[in-house]
């Protein structure tokens, strides 16, 4: 009988395969409100949206924990708030895909415009760290033609550190766990909850040393890299669970329940889970800290969560509409002054990344007076990094200008720079700025 009630589960998970693809290719869909679909501009072409590649998934043989249907349904509940929800096409044909090898930019990602970009773009960040500061012990060597000298195998090695970072400090630096897909259902689900023929299949492996987690991910690149992997979701499932859903819960506040919300019909991250990638703690702000009274100076019911240590790699924020509202959250210094030059930029609600060359920028306050950032933006028209003077020194910006428009008289790369050197001047070296 439960053999019986188990095809019957799949059966009924490959119909709703079919109804997400359509005949003439994938289509966008909103979770939960299928009714709503519209048509996804045109990609590569996959595998359809809910399935694996038989090449992509683990032996059962390999080891680790099969997903039980209670984790099943707190991953739902903790990502989305409710377990009907399920990952769109965007997300799930996002992964970690290196630009070509033989570009200026063959040390980046490519990025996607969705929810998942976030996270492509802080995992970037730590390789942008890996590839400047850990793999090269000398500073005098550290150029921009270093950073994009390397071979498929440097991208690899690279990408499996910086995910195995992001996986460790979830973990408290004491243990981490990896999610893979197998060939079989490890569960039958509740009535209410809506199959997705791939969380249903996840193996879990936990690991105690650091290094065992790179080199376990390393040995299953491919589980995060390949078209049809998944591999935005699979690291998003590792990191939850490196953390635990309890921890998840102590660290959120009554800001925040889940990590992703939903904005014009796709699920983005919300700003716990971008904290939660930089610090390892699902913290719902970004303020240094733990705020215990209001702005109106009473004592608040429950404690707002901010950042409690320095981040390896940090964080500017800057939108316009909330800058012209007045409402721009104040990044604390734990974020905004990591211990590696390598900032995620959260600039009007798309993500890029901003680093310098000389680690002495962090450290000696001389080297701030003049310095070079290199600004990379996650999208294929960017054919190199655009190589940026920063002088908060010889000349004081001024916010006064005669152009009308808003963008041109105030950049937001640049607004976004002046959050962390206030009245900084920029030179964008004879490029037009494009953000």
Known sequence: ?????????????????????????????????????????????LPPACSILKRLVVSPSLGGTAVTPQLTESLRRILFGGTFHVFNYEWRKSIFRFRDQNSELSFALETDTGG?????????????????????????????????????RDQERALAAALSDSLWLAGQEVSATITLVTEDFCITPHLDYKLDNFTEKLQLFTFKKKDDVRKFILE????????????????????????????????????????????????????????????????????????YVGEDGLALERPLQGILTRSDVGYLHWSREQMEKH??????????????????????DSYSVVFGL???????????????????????????????????????????????????????????????WGGATIDWNDTLPFY
């Not at 995992?123 to 500061?133: C, G, S, T």
């Not at 998944?230 to 660290?251: A, M, N, P, Q, W």
């Not at 030059?341 to 600039?347: E, K, L, M, N, Y």
């Open 116 to 152: 998942a970009g976030a996270i492509q773009m802080v995992v970037q960040a730590r390789i942008i760290k890996h590839l400047l500061f850990i793999s090269q012990s000398s500073s005098e060597g550290r150029t921009l033609d270093s950073l994009i000298d390397g071979g498929q």
């Open 327 to 348: 409402r721009l959250p104040q990044v604390g210094s734990m974020l905004k002054t990591p211990r590696f030059p390598v900032w995620v930029c959260a600039i009007n």
């Open 358 to 420: 000389n680690l002495l920028l962090l450290s000696d306050w001389r080297m701030e007076h003049l310095f070079q950032l290199l600004y990379y933006n996650g999208l294929s028209s960017q054919t190199k990094a655009a190589r940026l003077i920063v002088d908060t020194h010889s000349h004081h910006w001024e916010a006064s200008s005669t152009h009308s428009d808003g963008e041109k008289r105030f950049p937001s790369l640049e607004m976004t720079i002046r959050t962390k």
């Open 220 to 291: 299953h690149i491919h589980s995060f890299t390949q078209e049809g992997s998944h591999g935005v979701i699979l690291f998003l499932y590792s990191l939850v669970c490196s953390r635990t859903v309890d921890r998840l819960k102590e660290d959120l506040d009554s800001t925040s329940s889940h990590l992703l919300h939903l904005r014009l019909g796709n699920f983005v991250c919300r700003q716990a889970l971008l904290n939660l990638l930089l610090t390892g703690r699902a913290s719902p702000h970004v303020f240094n800290g733990t705020l």
């Open 1 to 45: 009988m439960e053999a019986e009630l188990q095809q019957i589960l799949v059966q009924v998970s490959e119909l709703q395969c079919r109804r997400l693809t359509p005949p003439h290719g994938p289509r966008l869909v909103d979770m939960g409100k299928e009714a709503e679909q519209v048509a996804a501009p045109p990609y590569r072409p």
